[in-house]
Structure formats: structure tokens, C-alpha cells
């Protein structure tokens, strides 16, 4: 195989020209917005950055499941899913605001006067320290940049030696480790930088939500990539219905264990009734947040729900491409919903709102887009590839 075949096709540089463009527009406007109001620059900045920030160790997470599973399904999406976890730098870089912001984000436990008015814990109090946060981000992306290193240099070694044994048991190896490492660094990654917020609530399975809203945004983003990817060679010539049904219900499981998730946290506070727990769902079930959860809960879960049970919808890549960017729409309506509410009583967005996360995520995709290119879209040396291939040839004779 000539790893020259499997480049990018054109559409991938028209969509990375289209991305920059519109980011970079977005970007002047979000600059605008930061000089005229830093405050409501950053409580819109805060939800943008999430959904890149899932894009990226979502597609990491899936990477190293894929490896730990060998499944076929993770072939087609292999590479996409190569090329959005080495956005991880631009992630990081996107970072900085969050640094800088960190007063009006964290005031509660930054402040020494609101702190005084509302006093926390002793754990609390050694826990939330401006120099923790930021050694525990450090040690997140030391992380997760380690893991991205290390999966995407065996994935190019085991291109140039395809029958290096010793390559797949290292992917075998270190993905279930890696996995732990990802959930775990995320979770304490949600509770530094969204969960501490509100610093007088606590929750054991926020990360969780995080982490499945993650995989549910990479895996729309895969769907989104394959299916936009098979309308030119090579992906063309071998993207069957079933692989779209292999991810459709990927994504139908992802968006079960979210809603799992995400149920269990309100069952186990509700059942609770702890008044420094409540808070949490108090000023987000009520009012004009009231209104945005139950949103949240129709569209982000219970209309995907029924339609993804549908197995044509999941089979036909116009249909599961579009419940993709709907699910991926609404993640970033769901990050709205779980961080704005500490800010504002007002669920109605501003201008700041829309530009800012569109900047975050036109640069995001344009840098992705920039990834795919480095190499070819199907990873040549994976022993599954030739099964797929041959099946594509069967077919063609």
C-alpha cells in the first residue's frame, strides 16, 4: 500500500481554510468583547473551552479504547482520531485565559474577603490554593500530552514496520492504564477548573459527566469526519453501512452512560438533601435555568435517544452525520447550562456567547484539519487495515 494513495482529500483543506476563516473572524469580534467586558468574556470563554478541551481528550479516550479492543470499528477513525488529540497543544495554549481569569472564576476561594463571609472547610482550604490549581494543571496536561506523544509516535512507527509485534503490545498494554490516567486526571480536572466554582458543593461523580459528554462530543466529531471523509478516496472505497452502524451505536452508548451519569448525580443530592448540595440544582431546575435543563434533557438526550434506535437513521450518512452535529450542538448547550448559572440568574446569551466558543471551536477545527493532512487517513500499518481493504476489493471484483 502507497501511503501516498491515502492523503487527505482537497475537502480537507478547504474545510481547514473555511475554519480558520470563520475563527479568526469570531477571534477579532472575542477580542472586542474581552476589552469591552472581561467578566462576560470569560464566563463565555469558560463553556467554548470545555467543548474543545472534549473534543481533544475525548478523541484520546476512544484512541486508547480503540487499541485496548482492537475493534474494526476503530480503523476508520483511527487517524481523525490521531489527528484531534495532538490539538492538544492548542488546548493548552488555550489555557492561558483560564489563568488569567482565574479571579473572577474562583473568587470564592481566592478572595480572602469571600472566603471570610463564607468560610470553608479545612480540606477545602489546603485543596483550593492558586498555586495547586496550578501545579494540578501542570500535572493534567503533563498527562494527557504524554499519552498523545506516545500513541501517535507507535502509530507512525507501526506504518514503517507493520510486523513489529512489539508495537501492538505496547498499544495493548498501555491503553487500560492510559484510560485510568484520563479518567482520573479529568475528573480532578472538573472539580479544579468548573466544580470549584461554587466551592461550598461537591459531587463524587461530576467528572464522570464530564468525561461521557467528552466521548459523546469525539465521537459525534469521528462520525461527522468519516462521513464527510467518504465522499472522496479512499474513505469511499470502503466505508460500508456498517461501519456507520458500529459508530452510530458507539454514540448511542456514549449518550446512555452520560445521561447514567448525570441521572445519578441528581438521585444521589436530591435523596441527600444536604442544603450545600441542593444549591447546585436549585439555581439550575428553576426560573429561566429551569427551562434550559429541560432543553438540555429533551435534546440532548431524549430526542437522539429515540432516533439512534432507529437502525436505518444509524446505517444512512447523511441522517447519523446530522444527529451528530445536533448532539454536538447541544454539548456545548449542556456546558452552557452546568457553568453560567454560578455567574448569572439570566439564562438568556449574549453576543459574546456565540462568538467567543465559535472562535474557540473555528480555530480548534482548523488546527485539526491542519493534523489530518500530516498523514495519511488510514493507518497503513495496522494488521486490521488489510481485512478491511480486502473486504473493498472483494467487493470491487
Given at each position: 500500500?502507497?501511503?501516498?494513495?491515502?492523503?487527505?482529500?482537497?475537502?480537507?483543506?478547504?474545510?481547514?481554510?473555511?475554519?480558520?476563516?470563520?475563527?479568526?473572524?469570531?477571534?477579532?469580534?472575542?477580542?472586542?468583547?474581552?476589552?469591552?467586558?472581561?467578566?462576560?468574556?470569560?464566563?463565555?470563554?469558560?463553556?467554548?473551552?470545555?467543548?474543545?478541551?472534549?473534543?481533544?481528550?475525548?478523541?484520546?479516550?476512544?484512541?486508547?479504547?480503540?487499541?485496548?479492543?482492537?475493534?474494526?470499528?476503530?480503523?476508520?477513525?483511527?487517524?481523525?482520531?490521531?489527528?484531534?488529540?495532538?490539538?492538544?497543544?492548542?488546548?493548552?495554549?488555550?489555557?492561558?485565559?483560564?489563568?488569567?481569569?482565574?479571579?473572577?472564576?474562583?473568587?470564592?476561594?481566592?478572595d480572602p474577603a469571600?472566603?471570610?463571609?463564607?468560610?470553608?472547610?479545612?480540606?477545602?482550604?489546603?485543596?483550593?490554593?492558586?498555586?495547586?490549581?496550578?501545579?494540578r494543571a501542570v500535572v493534567y496536561f503533563a498527562i494527557w500530552i504524554i499519552l498523545v506523544l506516545l500513541f501517535n509516535a507507535w502509530s507512525k512507527a507501526q506504518d514503517s514496520n507493520p510486523n513489529d509485534l512489539g508495537v501492538r503490545k505496547r498499544f495493548r498494554m498501555t491503553g487500560p492504564p492510559g484510560i485510568i490516567l484520563y479518567v482520573l486526571s479529568m475528573t480532578f480536572a472538573a472539580i479544579d477548573w468548573v466544580m470549584s466554582i461554587s466551592p461550598h458543593w461537591a459531587s463524587t461523580i461530576y467528572g464522570f459527566i464530564f468525561v461521557?459528554?467528552?466521548?459523546?462530543?469525539?465521537?459525534?466529531?469521528?462520525?461527522i469526519t468519516v462521513v464527510a471523509l467518504a465522499k472522496s478516496e479512499p474513505h469511499s472505497g470502503f466505508i460500508r453501512e456498517r461501519h456507520l452502524h458500529d459508530l452510530g451505536k458507539l454514540l448511542f452508548a456514549f449518550n446512555m452512560l452520560w445521561a447514567y451519569f448525570a441521572f445519578s448525580q441528581l438521585l444521589i443530592i436530591w435523596s441527600g438533601n444536604q442544603p450545600e448540595e441542593i444549591s447546585y440544582y436549585r439555581s439550575r431546575l428553576n426560573g429561566e435555568w429551569g427551562v434550559v435543563a429541560v432543553i438540555v434533557l429533551v435534546f440532548s438526550f431524549g430526542l437522539p435517544f429515540l432516533i439512534l434506535l432507529s437502525r436505518d437513521v444509524k446505517r444512512n450518512p447523511r441522517l447519523i452525520a446530522a444527529v451528530a452535529a445536533w448532539m454536538l450542538l447541544f454539548r456545548l448547550v449542556d456546558l452552557y447550562w452546568m457553568t453560567r448559572p454560578e455567574f448569572s440568574a439570566s439564562a438568556w446569551p449574549n453576543w459574546r456567547d456565540i462568538v467567543v466558543p465559535v472562535a474557540l471551536i473555528g480555530l480548534w477545527v482548523g488546527v485539526f484539519a491542519t493534523n489530518l493532512k500530516q498523514r495519511p487517513v488510514l493507518p497503513l500499518g495496522d494488521p486490521k487495515l488489510s481485512e478491511v481493504l480486502a473486504h473493498h476489493e472483494h467487493r470491487r471484483s
Amino acid at each position: 500500500m502507497n501511503g501516498q494513495e491515502y492523503n487527505a482529500p482537497a475537502s480537507v483543506n478547504r474545510a481547514q481554510r473555511l475554519a480558520f476563516l470563520i475563527g479568526g473572524v469570531a477571534l477579532i469580534l472575542a477580542i472586542v468583547g474581552a476589552v469591552t467586558s472581561p467578566a462576560k468574556f470569560y464566563e463565555s470563554y469558560l463553556f467554548g473551552y470545555l467543548l474543545v478541551l472534549g473534543l481533544t481528550l475525548g478523541s484520546l479516550g476512544l484512541l486508547m479504547l480503540q487499541h485496548v479492543t482492537s475493534g474494526i470499528w476503530g480503523i476508520v477513525i483511527r487517524r481523525p482520531l490521531e489527528a484531534a488529540t495532538r490539538t492538544i497543544w492548542l488546548v493548552l495554549l488555550m489555557f492561558v485565559p483560564i489563568v488569567l481569569g482565574m479571579k473572577i472564576f474562583y473568587g470564592e476561594w481566592l478572595d480572602p474577603a469571600q472566603v471570610k463571609a463564607h468560610p470553608l472547610s479545612d480540606l477545602q482550604a489546603r485543596y483550593l490554593t492558586q498555586s495547586g490549581f496550578l501545579v494540578r494543571a501542570v500535572v493534567y496536561f503533563a498527562i494527557w500530552i504524554i499519552l498523545v506523544l506516545l500513541f501517535n509516535a507507535w502509530s507512525k512507527a507501526q506504518d514503517s514496520n507493520p510486523n513489529d509485534l512489539g508495537v501492538r503490545k505496547r498499544f495493548r498494554m498501555t491503553g487500560p492504564p492510559g484510560i485510568i490516567l484520563y479518567v482520573l486526571s479529568m475528573t480532578f480536572a472538573a472539580i479544579d477548573w468548573v466544580m470549584s466554582i461554587s466551592p461550598h458543593w461537591a459531587s463524587t461523580i461530576y467528572g464522570f459527566i464530564f468525561v461521557g459528554g467528552q466521548l459523546i462530543s469525539a465521537m459525534a466529531l469521528m462520525i461527522i469526519t468519516v462521513v464527510a471523509l467518504a465522499k472522496s478516496e479512499p474513505h469511499s472505497g470502503f466505508i460500508r453501512e456498517r461501519h456507520l452502524h458500529d459508530l452510530g451505536k458507539l454514540l448511542f452508548a456514549f449518550n446512555m452512560l452520560w445521561a447514567y451519569f448525570a441521572f445519578s448525580q441528581l438521585l444521589i443530592i436530591w435523596s441527600g438533601n444536604q442544603p450545600e448540595e441542593i444549591s447546585y440544582y436549585r439555581s439550575r431546575l428553576n426560573g429561566e435555568w429551569g427551562v434550559v435543563a429541560v432543553i438540555v434533557l429533551v435534546f440532548s438526550f431524549g430526542l437522539p435517544f429515540l432516533i439512534l434506535l432507529s437502525r436505518d437513521v444509524k446505517r444512512n450518512p447523511r441522517l447519523i452525520a446530522a444527529v451528530a452535529a445536533w448532539m454536538l450542538l447541544f454539548r456545548l448547550v449542556d456546558l452552557y447550562w452546568m457553568t453560567r448559572p454560578e455567574f448569572s440568574a439570566s439564562a438568556w446569551p449574549n453576543w459574546r456567547d456565540i462568538v467567543v466558543p465559535v472562535a474557540l471551536i473555528g480555530l480548534w477545527v482548523g488546527v485539526f484539519a491542519t493534523n489530518l493532512k500530516q498523514r495519511p487517513v488510514l493507518p497503513l500499518g495496522d494488521p486490521k487495515l488489510s481485512e478491511v481493504l480486502a473486504h473493498h476489493e472483494h467487493r470491487r471484483s
